[in-house]
């Protein structure tokens, strides 16, 4: 069963995902949450802290969600293709809000390292992850293959979050695999 924080954290984060950063206060997010007024601000007092515990949120969920999905077993280029294939789907479908929501705390947390030192910490473990399997499936240089993989990804999921939801995913990734790998 999910606490009343949790409860607010993730209506904060469909707030902030649908409508922007803007949309992000404590009364709209009680109102989300079913909550009674004030809920959220006994857990956040100050929109600042709110700000930043959203954050936190979507980093620790998501590296929660990475960790359970079995990402760590990939061996061959043709499971990574599979597996990249399905998070870009799952971030620009299923999980979309969260994904724009994250775009929107990155953009937010230019003003304020603070509050994007949860989302690059995130960043980094994914750097990493992607560039010791991306030298175990065969790359020469892994960690410029990993810069350019990731960008791809982030390219594509940006795309399909603003300009055409059905752009397909699969053939797009595959050749930045294979890329990767000459």
């Given at each position: 069963m999910?606490?009343?924080?949790d409860?607010?954290?993730?209506a904060?984060?469909?707030l902030?995902?649908?409508?922007?950063?803007?949309?992000l206060?404590?009364a709209r997010?009680?109102e989300?949450?079913s909550?009674p007024?004030?809920?959220?601000?006994?857990?956040?007092?100050?929109?600042d802290a709110?700000v930043a515990?959203?954050?936190?949120?979507?980093?620790?969920?998501?590296?929660?969600?990475?960790?359970?999905?079995g990402?760590?077993?990939?061996?061959?280029?043709?499971e990574?293709?599979?597996a990249?294939?399905?998070?870009?789907?799952?971030?620009?479908?299923?999980?979309?809000?969260?994904?724009?929501?994250?775009?929107a705390?990155?953009?937010?947390?230019?003003?304020?390292?603070?509050?994007?030192?949860?989302?690059?910490?995130?960043?980094?473990?994914?750097?990493e992850?992607?560039?010791?399997?991306?030298?175990?499936?065969?790359?020469?240089?892994?960690?410029?293959?990993?810069?350019?993989?990731?960008?791809?990804?982030?390219?594509?999921?940006?795309?399909?979050?603003?300009v055409?939801?059905?752009?397909?995913?699969?053939?797009?990734?595959?050749?930045a695999?294979?890329?990767?790998?000459?």
């Amino acid at each position: 069963m999910s606490t009343t924080r949790d409860r607010a954290l993730d209506a904060a984060v469909e707030l902030v995902g649908e409508q922007g950063i803007r949309a992000l206060t404590h009364a709209r997010v009680d109102e989300r949450a079913s909550l009674p007024k004030g809920s959220t601000s006994n857990w956040f007092r100050t929109r600042d802290a709110l700000v930043a515990g959203v954050t936190t949120w979507i980093a620790e969920t998501e590296r929660a969600e990475f960790a359970a999905g079995g990402a760590l077993e990939i061996t061959t280029p043709d499971e990574l293709i599979d597996a990249l294939s399905g998070f870009i789907v799952a971030q620009t479908e299923v999980f979309a809000p969260r994904t724009r929501a994250r775009y929107a705390m990155f953009l937010e947390g230019r003003r304020d390292p603070t509050l994007l030192a949860p989302l690059l910490e995130q960043r980094g473990l994914y750097v990493e992850w992607t560039t010791a399997l991306l030298g175990h499936i065969g790359a020469a240089h892994p960690a410029e293959a990993a810069r350019m993989l990731m960008a791809a990804g982030d390219g594509l999921v940006f795309h399909r979050l603003t300009v055409d939801p059905d752009a397909e995913v699969r053939p797009v990734v595959e050749r930045a695999v294979r890329a990767c790998l000459d």
